[in-house]
């Protein structure tokens, strides 16, 4: 769920999936539609009634002052954010079970065959927004390392291969998709989302954390290269 927060009012407005969204002209988005262009990270959304707690929201392109601005912000707060939380699901610095499975595209792993390897795991769902918020960064990370052999990232969902190969074509994620993965994570008992796991050469995880914070990237990024030079 997406928050916006109004200067000098005592309660933030919300906005949902069920939340008018329209454009200048007054045009009504479609959920999927407004919410692809809010991931695009080059627009913004407004109320048309800052007093109103079920105010519809008006959805605008931002200039590229406000970009640079709200780009600056975001560095600056990144910079600066504390490691996440560690999640409830693993130990750091101890070993992580065995899992055997074959992705979307027919190709198999064995995660006990990958040591050697840094394996960064990404538990998500397609209707869990913080897990569609984070693909466009988290694909910027495997693009840093395609060259790289000894990082595997693998993207274990819940949901089904048809559902996946729907949701894949307006928002790519370019992770080694595994579907089906319920039983993955019951495996290892997680129940919260998006989950991110960093395995280390010698099959112990160097990094966990759940949720999608100001720090999850940066920390997400950092792991994945300590673990690298290990």
């Not at 990144?78 to 750091?92: D, G, I, V």
């Not at 538990?123 to 918020?133: A, I, L, R």
Request: glycine share 4%; net charge positive.
């Amino acid at each position: 769920m997406i928050q916006l927060s109004i200067a000098q009012k005592p309660a933030p407005l919300r906005i949902t999936e069920a939340s008018i969204v329209k454009d200048s002209t007054g045009q009504v988005y479609p959920y999927s539609v407004w919410s692809a262009l809010m991931q695009s990270g080059l627009y913004s959304l407004k109320p048309e009634d800052p007093g109103n707690a079920a105010t519809a929201f008006v959805i605008y392109r931002m200039s590229d002052e406000e970009l640079a601005k709200m780009r600056a912000r975001q560095a600056k707060m990144e910079a600066e954010a504390p490691k996440p939380k560690e999640s409830l699901f693993f130990a750091t610095g101890k070993p992580i079970s065995n899992f055997k499975t074959t992705d979307m595209y027919g190709n198999k792993y064995n995660l006990k065959d990958l040591r050697g390897k840094v394996v960064v795991l990404n538990f998500w769902f397609v209707n869990c927004p913080p897990c569609k918020k984070e693909i466009p960064e988290l694909n910027k990370i495997v693009a840093e390392y395609q060259q790289n052999k000894d990082v595997v990232f693998l993207a274990i969902a819940l949901d089904d291969k048809a559902a996946l190969q729907e949701f894949l074509q307006n928002l790519p994620f370019h992770y080694n998709i595994i579907d089906s993965g319920l039983f993955i994570a019951q495996q290892y008992r997680i129940t919260s989302y998006p989950t991110h796991v960093v395995v280390d050469k010698e099959g112990k995880v160097s990094f966990h954390t759940t949720g999608l914070g100001m720090g999850t990237i940066k920390w997400l990024r950092s792991s994945i290269q300590e673990a690298l030079q290990q």
